[in-house]
C-alpha cells in the first residue's frame, strides 16, 4: 500500500499521484482526470462514507465545538496540531 500525506503549500503531480497511489481529494474536484479513470487499482466513490446522516450531524456539531472552544479560550476538543495550541496559549 502506498500513501502520502500533503501539505496545502505542496506541489504535486496529479496524474503521476493517481498512477502511483490513488487520489482521494484532488484540485478539480469532481472531475477527474481520463487517466485517473483507466488506472487499475482506481474505484470512483464521492465520499460516501461520511454520507450517513448521523456522521454529517456529528461533523456539523465537531465544526461548531471547536471554534466556539477557541473563541472561549479552551482547548477545542478536536486539534490536529494540539502541540501548536500548547506552544501559543501555554
Known amino acids: 500500500m502506498t500513501g ?6 505542496d506541489t504535486i503531480d496529479e496524474s503521476g499521484l493517481i498512477a502511483a497511489a490513488g487520489l482521494d481529494v484532488h ?4 472531475e477527474v482526470e481520463a487517466a485517473g479513470l483507466r488506472s487499475s487499482g482506481v474505484v ?4 460516501i462514507a461520511s454520507a450517513s446522516h448521523a456522521t454529517r450531524l456529528q461533523m456539523c456539531v465537531m465544526a ?11 482547548r477545542p476538543p478536536n486539534l490536529f496540531n494540539g502541540d501548536v495550541w500548547d506552544r501559543t496559549t501555554g
Open 4 to 9: 502520502l500525506l500533503s501539505l496545502l503549500t
Open 64 to 74: 461548531a465545538e471547536n471554534p466556539t472552544a477557541a473563541i472561549g479560550g479552551e
Open 44 to 47: 470512483v466513490a464521492p465520499h
Open 27 to 30: 484540485e478539480w474536484e469532481p
